[in-house]
């Protein structure tokens, strides 16, 4: 890691994609917090135009920073989509230099937009891992996990309906087997009840009892 003054409101620190910039201090937003430097490329000299790396920087259709020296600090400075900082490019002066654009807290990653080209090459390819896109990427997961357990609960939601249904359609066949149990039972009664015969036997009972007393007190009487 290279040595940084510790006047220096920043470190190069470990950060989720491999190296950052962090904050040791508090920076105010509108401060300049580092150059980003290097050689100056023109694109008009074969031998510049053909230098290829990941840190060049477009100041404008001439000339190009190439930042990959191990003194440009701001190389260790990550993309973010929604960064905390931004590239004040002053293509007549030939610099640039990167501003916080938020108050930045001691501990807190610099980011600052690359840019769409940059975004287009070298991240879409990979995936964004600034937070903005993990954040997005994170809510999606739930989204997608949320759905998931969605729709099993409405599977569970059928099956146990269609269980439901057929134990209903299973009791109603056993319903009915009784009903006609107690049918033939209450047609037997009611065939008992209305053929003359068993009729005639209950009548005969009753009026056997009510017939007895009548004998016993004629008895007692006699
Ligand atoms: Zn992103």
């Known amino acids: 890691m290279p040595a940084i003054s510790s006047k220096k409101p ?4 470990r950060s989720s994609t491999g190296l950052g910039l962090f904050a040791t201090k508090p920076i105010k937003k509108g401060t300049k917090i580092v150059r980003y430097f290097g050689p100056l490329l023109d694109c008009k000299k074969k031998k510049d135009d053909a230098v290829e790396n990941k840190y060049l920087f477009e100041l404008n259709n001439r000339w190009t920073i190439d930042g990959s020296v191990r003194e440009n600090i701001a ?9 905390n900082a931004e590239s004040d490019v002053r293509p007549r002066k030939r610099k640039v230099f ?16 690359y840019g769409t080209d940059y975004f287009k090459a070298y991240l879409k390819p990979i995936g964004c891992k600034c937070a903005a896109c993990e954040k997005k990427r994170k809510k999606k997961r739930a989204e997608a996990r949320a759905e998931r357990l969605r729709l099993k609960a409405k599977a569970e939601r059928k099956a146990l309906r269609k269980a439901e249904k ?7 066949q056993h319903g009915l087997n009784g ?3 107690n049918g033939v039972k209450l047609n037997g009664k009611h065939l008992n009840g209305h053929g003359g015969k068993s009729a005639g036997k209950i009548i005969a009972v009753k009026s056997g009892i009510s017939v007895r007393p009548k004998s ?7």
């Open 179 to 181: 009903a006609k149990a």
């Open 216 to 222: 016993r007190e004629s008895r007692a009487s006699a």
């Open 166 to 172: 057929l134990a209903a359609k299973a009791g109603k």
């Open 10 to 13: 920043y470190r190069v620190g």
């Open 75 to 83: 190389r260790y400075i990550n993309h973010a989509c929604k960064p």
């Open 98 to 113: 990167i501003r916080a654009i938020k108050n930045i807290e001691p501990g807190e990653e610099i980011n600052y937009d």
